[in-house]
């Protein structure tokens, strides 16, 4: 069924997380995420306490009800007593606040004027304390997108929860090398119009936060979505996978709440998690502002004009402008463009070999590892950069045709000799020459069956496009 998001009254806003390189928010531990095995471990048990308004949280109490013992282990290489709640936190992380701000000026957004520290009520074990640091960075920012701006509501610098390991109905294991790295939050309005929309926007938050050179890998961000229909409930998913995985699950929460309303079900405002297939189970309550009370172990921070302003001069170019760039100078495809920037190598062969197209040295860098990868399943962590020279020079020379580099750069992983005699081109008067005698020697086949014959002995010297178009000229 086609969902006409407008008539249901459909809301919809983003929060992404992204995590940050260098040291954690409040001690001096690098932010490695050490696989090394755990040389301390220890158990806790966590309550809620109330917030500023002097109430418990929803989703505190939620998760204080299950009873369950946290198990931590960690490697002291990249934790101390900050993460194990044994000493109080240090000073605010100033490389994470000014990496925060430059994204927040990105984002067009209005840096506050003091620095706050809050404590946020967390009791399912993923912070020691009980309680996750959070500061409200910047408000009121804006992103441009194909249908309007979408409103950038907070920014916020905050610390990475602790990685779940295991859990059973009595206890939750964690791991703390995650503890306390830190992690910016950003969080839109619910102007987002549709579950496209929200994969553009989430996209663009994403270009912005890879321009200023933060945390990368698997698991480094992470995309929760808010979505609401009239007369449903406002869900936060959590547990996105990748960004193509957004439009999916924002349909299954509507027609899981148009079924609800159908069947007069209640429904309430909760988080819930995205399966592999798609659906989202139960995770708790929806936490509200309950949660929230000052941090007094950490003092306040100003935010001087002229520091912003010195910022504002230091903004790194957007990937998406320098994308713009790539494909304008070197007339290459914009997908290209987008997976070469910040290629050295590529621009460096641009220079040295100027009899070929930039289109040419750009394929050979992208798209044929990738072609080597899934048809031949060879393992292209074994090209490096003097193998691409060394190819890219035979075709700059006139030595190899260019349908010739992905065999070359094949011979390459298996460590073979090459023989460029085996990879010389053919002319097209030789190739029609060729053509003719087999037509003439095997009456009666199909246009495939020729190109085959063809193709199984001139693969890597001709372009199979050339091959066809001639014998598209004389097969009548």
Do not use: W
């Not at 194909?146 to 602790?162: D, F, P, R, Y």
């Not at 220079?351 to 394929?363: F, T």
């Amino acid at each position: 069924m086609e969902i006409d998001y407008q008539k249901l009254g459909f809301k919809c806003g983003l929060e992404i997380h992204q995590q940050l390189e260098g040291k954690k928010l409040f001690c001096d531990c690098k932010t490695i995420n050490s696989d090394k095995e755990a040389d301390v471990k220890f158990e806790r048990r966590l309550r809620a306490v109330a917030g500023e308004t002097g109430e418990v949280d929803i989703a505190a109490k939620h998760e204080m009800k299950k009873g369950k013992k946290f198990i931590y282990e960690a490697n002291s290489e990249d934790t101390c007593l900050v993460e194990y709640d044994e000493e109080p936190p240090h000073a605010l992380n100033k490389e994470a606040l000014e990496t925060a701000l430059k994204i927040a000026l990105l984002l067009n957004a209005k840096i506050v004027d003091e620095i706050q520290i809050m404590r946020k009520t967390v009791v399912d074990g993923s912070n020691v304390s009980g309680f996750q640091r959070t500061t409200l960075v910047a408000q009121d920012g804006f992103i441009e997108t194909s249908k309007g701006k979408v409103k950038i509501q907070t920014i916020c610098l905050e610390e990475e929860a602790a990685q779940k390991l295991e859990e059973s109905n009595n206890y939750v294991k964690y791991r703390l090398d995650r503890l306390g790295i830190p992690l910016i939050e950003i969080a839109t309005d619910a102007s987002i119009k549709n579950n496209e929309h929200a994969k553009e926007a989430a996209a663009y938050i994403g270009m912005v936060l890879r321009s200023v050179g933060v945390k990368r890998g698997l698991g480094t961000i992470r995309q929760d979505v808010n979505v609401s229909i009239e007369k449903g409930a406002r869900t936060e998913i959590k547990g996105f996978q990748d960004l193509r995985s957004i439009p999916k699950v924002i349909d299954y929460e509507i027609h899981r709440q148009l079924n609800a309303i159908k069947q007069n079900k209640k429904l309430n405002k909760e988080v819930r998690k995205v399966e592999k297939d798609f659906t989202t189970s139960f995770l708790r309550p929806l936490p509200g502002a309950a949660r929230l009370y000052p941090e007094t172990d950490v003092l306040t921070t100003r935010i001087d004009k002229k520091y912003i302003e010195n910022l504002k001069k230091q903004l790194p170019k957007l990937l998406a402008h320098k994308e713009e760039d790539l494909e304008k100078k070197y007339k290459i495809a914009k997908d290209l463009a987008k997976e070469l920037i910040g290629n050295e190598l590529f621009e460096a062969l641009v220079k040295k070999y100027n009899k070929l197209e930039p289109s040419v040295i750009a394929h050979t860098l992208v798209n044929i590892p990738k072609e080597i990868k899934t048809r031949f399943n060879h393992d292209i962590s074994k090209l490096d950069k003097e193998h691409f020279e060394e190819v890219l020079d035979y075709l700059n020379k006139g030595k190899i045709a260019k349908e010739a580099i992905i065999d070359l750069l094949i011979k390459k992983i298996k460590n073979e000799k090459i023989k460029l005699e085996s990879f010389t081109g053919i002319s097209e008067k030789t190739l029609e020459k060729e053509i003719k005698e087999l037509l003439e020697k095997k009456k009666g086949l199909n246009l495939g069956a020729y190109m085959g014959i063809l193709m199984s002995k001139y693969r890597g010297k001709v372009d199979g496009k050339k091959i066809m178009e001639l014998l598209k000229k004389f097969v009548k």
